[in-house]
């Protein structure tokens, strides 16, 4: 094998590793994004206030975060297939021409704590992201040189199945987790986590020794075992035994306005079950569900299950609130960032057990009452409902990956079926059409 043919083979091989790596980064950032589309929204709004573009609307941003998640989605997985790609390889350059410079001046300046890159997925320092973006340009680069040597996992003429498919995923995505909560859950109070481990912290430990001299002689003593009076006293130190831990929900306050007093604690010490009503913005929370509310309340009332609302808006708009849906539960205060990372609605219920997230819900997708009565723990975690069918990553992996194989065998035996045909034929020409793939 000669020289050039070996570079050849290197130089291709190096093409879709690359291809690979940025394709896998891709989609993984777009569906992190798209199960969370709020989420994205208020990352976004982190840079509109630091950069100084509050003029945009909640709604524009929710439209850009929906648009960012989609477009590295679909160009991710364009990559993996090997479709489109001189305009996915300049599309992927582009773009990273574009996030490098700009998460350079993040790392440099600061004006957010993270770019938000992977969602609530993994968060990066400033300075991470652009190391990483700074890697991925220079697998853009290689790609978009190499365009000519993919392997394509579809011809030309299956590619639109493809397309097709990936669209429809991502809509059903993004629309799922925007009309429900997110299909997956990646923040701190996803179903299953214990919160009273994440909420509470450790001290560091030290062990404090006492350092006394005698006829030249240096020697370290515990407080419970001092030398006598023939030894020096010199000085004190201390020695790291353990190292402490901070919470990972560090700002888990649910304040009793009239009372002046924080009810976190006991609401998460409660051992059963507790209901919390999560309402960020009374003012621009969805009322058409509020009779499904009330009659959860009454529900918990009459099985002796604790029932808290708790809201970032103020004394006036909770009385607004209450004038509006006949709400007779207690309702208590917390920040509006705390509600809006508790539950991706307005409102939604979370549900704990033991202090343990049992279940959440937005308030369309709350079971009936009828339907708690005759579940096992008379609760809503055993009620199942349409959207909870869609929830879980492996469900979502599953779906991405079958109907992509299906797709690629689908197009594997078109294609010898019509390599077959066309060698009975005799029309060579015919053949290379159908087999080049994207040029």
């Given at each position: 094998?000669?020289?050039?043919?070996?570079?050849?083979?290197?130089?291709?091989?190096?093409?879709?590793?690359?291809?690979?790596?940025?394709?896998?980064?891709?989609?993984?950032?777009?569906?992190?994004?798209?199960?969370?589309?709020?989420?994205?929204?208020?990352?976004?709004?982190?840079?509109?206030?630091?950069?100084?573009?509050?003029?945009?609307?909640?709604?524009?941003?929710?439209?850009?975060?929906?648009?960012?998640?989609?477009?590295?989605?679909?160009?991710?997985?364009?990559?993996?297939?090997?479709?489109?790609?001189?305009?996915?390889?300049?599309?992927?350059?582009?773009?990273?021409?574009?996030?490098?410079?700009?998460?350079?001046?993040?790392?440099?300046?600061?004006?957010?704590?993270?770019?938000?890159?992977?969602?609530?997925?993994?968060?990066?320092?400033?300075?991470?992201?652009?190391?990483?973006?700074?890697?991925?340009?220079?697998?853009?680069?290689?790609?978009?040189?190499?365009?000519r040597r993919f392997v394509c996992h579809v011809s030309s003429r299956s590619r639109w199945m493809v397309v097709i498919f990936a669209i429809f995923y991502t809509a059903m995505l993004e629309g799922m987790s925007l009309s429900n909560l997110p299909v997956v859950d990646f923040r701190p109070y996803a179903v299953g986590n214990d919160l009273r481990d994440m909420?509470?912290?450790?001290?560091?430990?030290?062990?404090?020794?006492?350092?006394?001299?005698?006829?030249?002689?240096?020697?370290?003593?515990?407080?419970?075992?001092?030398?006598?009076?023939?030894?020096?006293?010199?000085?004190?130190?201390?020695?790291?035994?353990?190292?402490?831990?901070?919470?990972?929900?560090?700002?888990?306050?649910?304040?009793?306005?009239?009372?002046?007093?924080?009810?976190?604690?006991?609401?998460?010490?409660?051992?059963?079950?507790?209901?919390?009503?999560?309402?960020?913005?009374?003012?621009?929370?969805?009322?058409?569900?509020?009779?499904?509310?009330?009659?959860?309340?009454?529900?918990?009332?009459?099985?002796?299950?604790?029932?808290?609302?708790?809201?970032?808006?103020?004394?006036?708009?909770?009385?607004?609130?209450?004038?509006?849906?006949?709400?007779?539960?207690?309702?208590?205060?917390?920040?509006?960032?705390?509600?809006?990372?508790?539950?991706?609605?307005?409102?939604?219920?979370?549900?704990?057990?033991?202090?343990?997230?049992?279940?959440?819900?937005?308030?369309?997708?709350?079971?009936?009452?009828?339907?708690?009565?005759?579940?096992?723990?008379?609760?809503?975690?055993?009620?199942?409902?349409?959207?909870?069918?869609?929830?879980?990553?492996r469900f979502w992996m599953l779906f991405l990956l079958a109907p992509l194989a299906f797709i690629v065998l689908v197009d594997f035996v078109s294609g010898r079926g019509g390599k077959t045909v066309?060698?009975?034929?005799?029309?060579?020409?015919?053949?290379?059409?159908?087999?080049?793939?994207?040029?």
């Open positions: 094998m000669g020289l050039q043919v070996k570079r050849g083979i290197l130089y291709t091989l190096l093409t879709n590793i690359s291809r690979f790596v940025l394709a896998l980064v891709l989609m993984v950032s777009g569906f992190v994004k798209a199960v969370d589309p709020m989420g994205a929204m208020y990352k976004l709004q982190e840079y509109a206030s630091a950069f100084s573009a509050d003029i945009l609307s909640d709604d524009w941003l929710l439209f850009f975060a929906i648009l960012q998640a989609a477009l590295e989605f679909l160009a991710g997985l364009f990559l993996l297939m090997g479709i489109y790609r001189k305009p996915m390889a300049a599309f992927v350059l582009l773009m990273f021409m574009f996030f490098t410079p700009f998460t350079l001046y993040i790392a440099i300046a600061g004006p957010v704590d993270d770019c938000g890159c992977f969602g609530e997925a993994v968060t990066l320092t400033n300075t991470e992201t652009f190391l990483k973006n700074l890697f991925l340009l220079l697998l853009a680069v290689v790609v978009f040189l190499g365009r909420v509470y912290s450790s001290y560091d430990t030290y062990d404090v020794f006492m350092v006394y001299e005698k006829d030249g002689e240096r020697r370290d003593f515990t407080s419970d075992e001092l030398p006598d009076s023939s030894w020096s006293f010199v000085e004190s130190r201390s020695a790291l035994v353990s190292k402490g831990e901070k919470p990972i929900i560090g700002d888990f306050s649910i304040l009793d306005w009239y009372n002046d007093y924080d009810i976190a604690g006991d609401v998460l010490a409660d051992s059963g079950y507790v209901c919390i009503l999560a309402i960020e913005d009374v003012d621009e929370a969805s009322v058409s569900r509020v009779d499904k509310i009330n009659d959860l309340y009454d529900y918990c009332l009459e099985i002796s299950v604790p029932f808290y609302a708790v809201t970032s808006s103020g004394e006036e708009e909770i009385e607004l609130w209450r004038r509006r849906t006949g709400a007779e539960y207690p309702v208590y205060w917390a920040d509006a960032s705390l509600l809006r990372t508790m539950v991706r609605a307005n409102p939604g219920l979370l549900l704990l057990k033991d202090g343990v997230v049992a279940g959440k819900w937005s308030a369309s997708d709350i079971p009936d009452v009828e339907l708690m009565r005759d579940s096992s723990t008379r609760m809503p975690d055993k009620v199942p409902t349409f959207a909870s069918s869609f929830r879980g990553w066309l060698k009975a034929e005799d029309k060579p020409e015919e053949h290379d059409k159908n087999v080049n793939d994207n040029k």
